[in-house]
């Protein structure tokens, strides 16, 4: 089956600096990546939508200045946290549709980040 | 935006099937039924997906009403690792509208030994 993979898989940062989160289709291409973000408890939120080559959506309420999306490659998207505080900290989860396929999303393992 | 309802959590016990309801009585005719999974602290898990058939992999099986308003996920012999959060989604057909996938609170189904 599709392999995503993510990395980190959990990062520990300081307030005001920034995060990179890599998001990796092993043995497919994927001409979009989405990107979700889930708190404690809670289910899955959709934060953007990324196309490769393209500027990424992003949902309402997401911030594009803060939550920097890059999808150079068909199987690379990055999500760059910015001036990462407290209330960022969060389970970050990619996920990847196979280019020219049409039924499934495939997750990655997701990175938890933590600001101090 | 949520099109689905599921109950809130269900206990099942070991080797004994689990069965999820999911009712999405206004599932339009372009809009599929798919089951995801997250078990804890991991990404979600595709298992399966249908449109008015029944449908069955290695992993469960998919009973979808004739009216096509409501859903079981059946996972014939549950084991501990089938422990998980289980959400039932609605989505469009792939390539017809947007491809994300809108999660709801989903079924914490727990395997009892």
Known sequence: ?116 | DAKTTQPPSMDCAEGRAANLPCNHSTISGNEYVYWYRQIHSQGPQYIIHGLKNNETNEMASLIITEDRKSSTLILPHATLRDTAVYYCIVRPEWGTGANNLFFGTGTRLTVIP
């Open chain 1, 1 to 116: 089956g599709a392999v995503v993979s993510q990395h980190p898989s959990r990062v520990i940062c300081k307030s005001g600096t920034s995060v990179k989160i890599e998001c990796r289709s092993l043995d497919f291409q994927a001409t979009t990546m989405f990107w979700y973000r889930q708190f404690p408890k809670q289910s899955l939120m959709l934060m953007a939508t990324s196309n490769e080559g393209s500027k990424a959506t992003y949902e309402q309420g997401v911030e594009k200045d803060k939550f920097l999306i890059n999808h150079a490659s068909l199987t690379l998207s990055t999500l760059t946290v910015t001036s990462a505080h407290p209330e960022d900290s969060s389970f970050y989860i990619c996920s990847a549709e196979l280019a020219g396929g049409r039924e499934t999303q495939y997750f990655g393992p997701g990175t938890r980040l933590l600001v101090l």
